[in-house]
């Protein structure tokens, strides 16, 4: 396996991604409020914003906007959710919805411990409630399922390179196993009752040296995603054939952690 980079290279990692990243206009946040007031009206309880759009790490070219919307009801069937208007606005904003009641919520935390846990350490109430501030996240579960995705996320990729994809489809295969695994290993932070850092170079640096991975293989990803495209599609394997060798032991050492 790659080595890991020296302890004196990751600031400039850190401050190559800081350059990279910035935060969210409030005027977009303010219109995203009034898109959603405007139409779901009073069976709108809450707007949540989460991801990097709540942090430090939003980049426009590249970024999601992801809400989480907190509804009376749900039916998908309601005009709400059809209309051309919003459903252009929200494609043209990379605005990524999660439609949920606040039963919902409390029923579904056990099943998706990983999610609700991104979402209750980085997040901004748009407005209305915030339902996620008394979620309590049970380690079992959330060990449970952190495998689970890391083994679904290793498959992927393994069938990607196995099957000789493009090279783009590499390409986007690569950063959303990466964009999982980041979240994987917040998730193991956690778990530690540790403090995550806002950047992924740092959440790479320390969790690597919990969990004593190498880090390597996954800085090469990162610096990937730091790039303009198109990428090189040999570089592109190279760094999917590492991360597909670090999410294997990763996902080993997952496999045998005591979460009790």
């Known amino acids: 396996m790659v080595k890991s980079a020296p302890d004196e290279e990751v600031p400039a990692t850190m401050g190559t991604e800081t350059q990279e990243a910035e935060t969210i206009p409030e005027s977009r946040l303010m219109e995203l409020k009034k898109v959603f007031e405007s139409n779901f009206g009073l069976n709108l309880k809450a707007l949540i914003l989460y991801g990097s759009a709540a942090g430090l790490e939003y980049r426009p070219d590249i ?121 994987i290993l917040k998730s193991l932070l956690r778990l530690e009752q540790q403090d995550v850092p806002e950047y992924a170079a740092a959440v790479i640096r320390e969790a690597c040296s919990r969990l004593k991975l190498e880090a390597g293989p996954v800085q090469a990803v990162l610096q990937l995603r730091l790039k303009a495209p198109p990428l090189d599609p040999e570089e592109v394997r190279s760094a999917a054939s590492g991360l597909h060798e670090w999410l294997e032991d990763l996902a080993a050492r997952v496999d045998r952690y005591d979460a009790a």
């Open 63 to 183: 970024s999601d906007i992801n809400v989480l919307a907190v509804l009376d009801s749900v039916d998908p069937g309601h005009g709400s959710f059809s209309r051309k208007g919003f459903r252009e606005w929200i494609e043209s904003n990379r605005v990524s919805p999660l439609f949920l009641t606040d039963q919902e919520i409390t029923q579904a935390q056990d099943v998706f411990p990983m999610e609700f846990l991104e979402m209750q350490k980085r997040r901004r109430v748009l407005a209305g409630k915030d339902f996620l501030s008394g979620l309590t996240i049970n380690p079992v579960n959330l060990r449970h399922q952190l495998e689970y995705e890391l083994r679904g996320r290793l498959l992927m990729l393994r069938s990607w390179l196995t099957a000789g994809a493009e090279p783009e489809a590499l390409e986007r295969g690569l950063m959303k196993t990466f964009n999982s695994a980041l979240i």
